[in-house]
């Protein structure tokens, strides 16, 4: 195992002392050697992962922690393996867990409590605007960096859009019981998000309380406590503290208060210079950028030029170092290629697009210079085929074409992009998606927001 973690580690990370094992897994500090970082390093056994049924729940975890990108969750910087190991690069998080001020029946003073359950709710609110439900929201759960602002970390049980059944609705039991919304214990089906709403309410409870509102050593007691919102208010909680955390453990998931009621209470406002909002700082070392969330859901790309491609996004949706399928040696059915890489300029990329579709006989309509959706003539078996091609100018002298599927059969899209597409811009590719991705031969495999090798491991040429 120490020569496994040296081969892996020592040209880019040196592995320090263990702070923390779970059942399959332990963390240790770590620095990265070019910068002097302090880093957390998240060992699993592969091994162990496999034979607890757990190798879903890695991917999907790691999914989700990517996708969610956060001042108030802890970044996953990247992801590394061996044929006997998985490695998590996480930031590191020195203050321990918000748990430990509690612990014992302590409470907070209101404004400390306010202060970090406005930090839970900005961050919980950008993981639902990316599709991502935690479903674990606890005080264990949640970290305190060296400036004493909260983290979430752990999310081993979130859950992604792809997992609602057809009713929309998540059915998968799982948290901690004591936090757990009523919806999700009566087995029905639950929106992962009005569930995480009722957990942040309990963490709030707890700040304040310094004890659980639903307690009890019988179980099924415990359970109708919570199907009931039985609880009690601990004299000291202010008029306005009780008004809020009643509209948030409503046991009636459709009246519950939503995120966007919350941010408008006072009690949650105050303390607040301006709209709680965050702007995501620079990385000076991997460029990674991101424009100020509370601007996301208005962004309008300029009809000059395309937009810029978030480099981590790309390498990690480009790479089957995030597909934990090869890691774990699944063979799983490889998933059509939609996405290329090329040195050509935009305006090329789209002129080329819009002849090979006129040459299928496709109707093609061009939106904001660089969105090309083109409709086939003939129907299929589910109607005509409809497709969106974007392009993305990630730098000067790269640019990415994603491919996307709007309506029609799946298998008749598969063959226009692997049959039609491909041959058609082959001279302007530089690399197909999962053209060049990881073995899973013992190699050491990476994938990190620069594109760039790892020790011995394999780079994405993205």
């Not at 779970?22 to 963390?27: D, E, I, L, R, Y």
């Not at 480099?311 to 939609?338: H, P, W």
């Not at 063959?415 to 597409?421: L, N, S």
């Amino acid at each position: 195992m120490e020569d496994d973690h040296r081969q892996l580690l020592g040209n880019k990370y040196e592995k320090g002392k263990l702070i923390g094992k779970g059942t399959f897994a332990k963390v240790y500090h770590g620095r990265e050697l070019a910068t002097g970082e302090s880093v957390a390093i998240k060992v699993i056994s592969k091994e162990q992962v496999k034979d607890q049924g757990m190798v879903e729940q890695i991917q999907r975890e790691i999914s989700a922690t990517r996708l969610v990108r956060h001042p108030n969750i802890v970044e996953l910087r990247e992801v590394l393996a061996t044929r006997s190991k998985i490695y998590y690069v996480m930031e590191y998080v020195s203050g321990g867990e918000l748990f430990d001020k509690v612990k014992g029946n302590k409470k907070l003073k209101e404004d400390v409590a306010r202060k970090y359950f406005q930090q839970l709710i900005s961050a919980v609110d950008f993981c639902h605007s990316r599709g991502v439900s935690h479903r674990d929201i606890k005080p264990e759960n949640l970290l305190l960096d060296g400036n004493d602002d909260l983290k979430i970390t752990d999310f081993g049980f979130s859950a992604l859009p792809e997992q609602k059944r057809l009713d929309g609705l998540l059915h998968t039991q799982c948290g901690t019981p004591a936090y757990v919304a009523p919806e999700v214990l009566r087995k029905k089906g639950y929106d992962g998000a009005k569930a995480d709403i009722w957990s942040c309410g309990v963490v709030l409870y707890v700040l304040l309380a310094g004890f659980l509102p639903f307690h009890d050593v019988n179980l099924m007691n415990l359970y109708r406590k919570i199907f009931k919102a039985e609880y009690e208010f601990p004299p000291w909680f202010s008029h306005d503290t009780r008004k809020l955390i009643s509209k948030i453990l409503m046991a009636d998931p459709e009246r519950r208060i939503s995120i966007e009621g919350i941010k408008r209470v006072p009690w949650y406002r105050k303390g607040m210079s301006r709209p709680h909002s965050f702007r995501l700082l620079k990385d000076k070392d991997k460029n990674r950028s991101v424009t100020d969330l509370t601007a996301l859901g208005s962004m309008k790309k300029s009809t000059s030029s395309p937009s810029f491609f978030n480099a981590f996004e790309l390498i990690s949706s480009m790479s089957s170092g995030f597909d934990l399928s090869t890691l774990f040696e699944i063979n799983a059915k490889k998933k059509v290629a939609s996405i290329f890489t090329s040195k050509y300029s935009a305006a090329t990329i789209v002129e080329r697009i819009e002849r090979a579709a006129h040459e299928l006989r496709f109707h093609v309509e061009t939106e904001d210079d660089f969105k090309i959706r083109m409709e086939g003539t003939e129907e299929g078996r589910k109607g005509a085929l409809a497709v969106t091609a974007e392009v993305f100018e990630m730098t000067a002298e790269m640019t990415v074409v994603e491919f996307t599927k709007d309506s029609g059969d799946t298998l008749e899209y598969e063959k226009f992009c692997e049959e039609d597409v491909r041959p058609a811009l082959k001279d302007i590719v530089w690399t197909w998606q999962g053209d060049d991705g990881c073995s899973s031969n013992g190699d050491v495999c990476s994938s990190n927001g620069d594109g760039e090798a790892n020790g011995n491991g394999i780079g994405y040429s993205c």
